[in-house]
């Protein structure tokens, strides 16, 4: 077999070198990698989503005295407030004849009324308390009702327990650091996109898209973003961290050139390696909240589908929640750890352009590569470590259930599963 030196050898003949060693036969080069998800049955059956959550489903803001619609894990929900302010969350569908809820109104306090021949329904447990149209003395109450959801309000959102069992604490849930904060802001975006909310989770936490398709957005336009990295993920608690080993700025391919996102108007990185806030080469001036909480990684995930990006100076969520198959409700939220004059002045930045260019042009990249992602069957490459140990996590169940499997703490370095030779995943 004819070697070549690598240190005196031209490009050509460098990179000649190179795909000779990782060459495949045809067949194995066509090959569709992992045809399915069968190696992770509760994720491949997750579809329409996960149950015994809590989801985000609407700005607190928007549900008012009139009833709204939603539709979270293939189910029809119907909110409303009752008069004491508290939102409550019923199926959206009258028993009578299949007519959705949250097309009537409130005609007694309390109460939510079907638009086609006024059955009128508790919103406090869904009972059946009077038929408009059959008079006071209707023998229809007290022997029909309609599901009824438990709901809570944290951070902005009203959320809606979806399961087969009584929720557990939504302060259980919640990132810990937003169970008892100080004062903070909150901006963000809500909204129906196409594509499977897993691939969305897979999305956010994945290691090699950013760098490449995120170099485009308005928001990272005058930032230098890095060509490539080396990651392992650890676990910690309910979380997984994606962990930078080694961050490389720009990289000489073997007879192709050098490729850097480097320009002469973007701001170069503060540091070039070593653990900082965000994916930009980090801050002089951090957040002491978000510094304080010490986190592994700036870029963490925990079931159902809870995305956390820690930045210099506010902490991104992105909660994925399934609408039905095939369609997520994009739940996107800035909190920046502000009160007083600063946290005016993050409101007047966030609705002057931080909301149009983070939330809007930026997130919308993913949602246009997730729309147009046809996964499985697919070919993983060495990054894909993150999507490996997410559907891992999934796996494992639902840590919230009483008899679920415990949360442990793991500091080791997940893995195992991927093939991280410079022949990449199968």
């Not at 004491?84 to 959705?100: E, I, M, S, W, Y």
């Not at 447990?125 to 408009?132: S, T």
Request: glycine content about 10%; hydrophobic content about 35%; some cysteine.
């Amino acid at each position: 077999m004819t070697t070549v030196d690598e240190s005196t050898a031209s490009a050509s003949d460098r990179l000649d070198a190179v795909m000779a060693r990782r060459r495949r036969g045809g067949d194995a080069k066509r090959s569709t990698g992992r045809a399915d998800w069968a190696s992770w049955p509760t994720y491949d059956a997750a579809d329409a989503g996960l149950r015994n959550y809590w989801y985000p489903v609407e700005w607190s803001a928007e549900v008012g005295r009139s009833p709204r619609a939603v539709r979270v894990c293939g189910e029809d929900v119907m909110l409303q407030r009752d008069g004491d302010g508290a939102v409550h969350a019923l199926r959206d569908r009258c028993p009578h004849r299949g007519v959705p809820l949250s097309m009537g109104k409130e005609e007694f306090p309390g109460t939510v009324t079907c638009p086609y021949h006024a059955w009128t329904f508790r919103l406090s447990d869904g009972e059946l308390v009077a038929v408009i149209t059959d008079g006071p003395d209707s023998p229809m109450c007290g022997k029909v009702s309609v599901q009824n959801y438990p709901t809570a309000e944290a951070v902005g959102l009203v959320w809606v327990f979806v399961g087969d069992r009584e929720p557990h604490p939504l302060t259980d849930q919640l990132p810990e650091e937003l169970v008892d904060p100080p004062s903070y802001a909150v901006g963000g975006r809500i909204e129906d996109r196409q594509g499977d909310w897993r691939l969305y989770a897979e999305n956010g936490f994945d290691e090699g898209h950013a760098k490449y398709l995120h170099r485009t957005s308005y928001w990272r336009i005058f930032k230098m973003m890095p060509t490539w990295n080396v990651v392992h993920i650890e676990r910690h608690g309910r979380w997984i961290y994606r962990i930078e080993d080694e961050r490389h700025w720009d990289a000489e391919f073997p007879g192709l050139g050098r490729w850097t996102n480097d320009r002469w108007w973007k701001l170069k990185p503060k540091q070039q390696q070593g653990k900082m806030l965000g994916n930009t080469g980090g801050s002089a001036n951090n957040d002491a909240y978000i510094a304080g909480q010490d986190f592994p990684g700036f870029a963490s995930l925990s079931a159902p589908g809870v995305l956390r990006i820690a930045y210099p100076q506010f902490i991104h969520y992105e909660f994925y929640v399934p609408i039905e198959e095939g369609r997520t409700k994009y739940v996107g939220v800035m909190v920046q750890f502000k009160s007083g004059l600063k946290k005016a002045g993050f409101f007047a930045k966030y609705l002057g352009g931080i909301r149009w260019l983070f939330h809007g042009n930026f997130s919308e990249q993913d949602g246009w590569m997730v729309e147009a992602t046809d996964a499985p069957p697919e070919r993983l490459y060495r990054p894909d470590i993150s999507l490996i140990e997410w559907r891992r996590l999934i796996e494992e169940g639902n840590p919230f259930d009483p008899d679920g499997v415990p949360v442990s703490v793991d500091d080791n370095a997940a893995g195992g599963d991927v093939d991280t030779t410079s022949e990449g995943a199968t």
